[in-house]
Structures are given as C-alpha cells and as structure tokens.
C-alpha cells in the first residue's frame, strides 16, 4: 500500500475514501490520467496548483485571440474556472456560442 499523499490534520485529501484522493493516486500512479498543461499564468492558482494537473482537471486554456495574432504558439490565459481571457479579455463561450468565428471579434462586443 502506497504511503498518503498529505499527512492526516493538513490541507489537500488524506482519506483514502475520499474522491479526490483516489483522483490524485491515480495520478500520481499513471501518467496518462493526468491533464496536459496548455499554458502557464503564475498569478493563476490553478496553474501553481499541481495538484489540478495530478488529479485530471480541466486546466487553462490557450486564448485563440491571443494565440491567432501570435507567432503560431499558444499564447493567453483563459482560466479553467472562468470564460474570459486574463490578458485580452476574449470571452470563449460567448466564440463557442458563435461556432467558432474566424472572425475573433465577432460578438465580443462588451454589453
């Protein structure tokens, strides 16, 4: 039996009948379960949480303004807990609503 990942009284999952224990052993234990990382914000908690990653989560994402009107790498910051991109202020589900415009400004429009 492997050994915890915390020990019991500290923050994060220590039981192992907790899910997101058992989300972050398998983690730990398979390379494959984890989450790729897309892009890195070191403001962002979710980005310094490498917890988020181990257990499978949905991570930030690459803005597609920022990243269109680059050098063809992922570029921007669009929080795995928001919509909107930190640096522009892209709103992805308002372009997912659109169906994906290649027009990056179309219903970007702030209301």
């Not at 930190?86 to 400004?105: K, M, R, T």
Request: glycine share 10%; with cysteine.
């Amino acid at each position: 039996m492997s050994q915890p990942l915390r020990p019991p009284g500290t923050l994060g999952p220590s039981d192992p009948g907790d899910p997101s224990y058992w989300l972050l052993e398998q983690g730990r234990n398979d390379p494959s379960k984890r989450s790729k990382p897309e892009v890195y914000d070191a403001t962002c908690y979710i980005c310094r949480d490498h917890e988020f990653e181990l257990m499978g989560l949905p991570l930030c994402k690459a803005c597609p303004r920022c990243s269109a009107s680059a050098d063809g790498e992922k570029h921007g910051h669009v929080p795995a807990d928001d919509e909107e991109c930190s640096i522009c202020g892209f709103n992805l589900h308002v372009w997912y609503d659109e169906g994906q415009p290649a027009d990056l400004n179309r219903g970007q429009e702030k209301k």
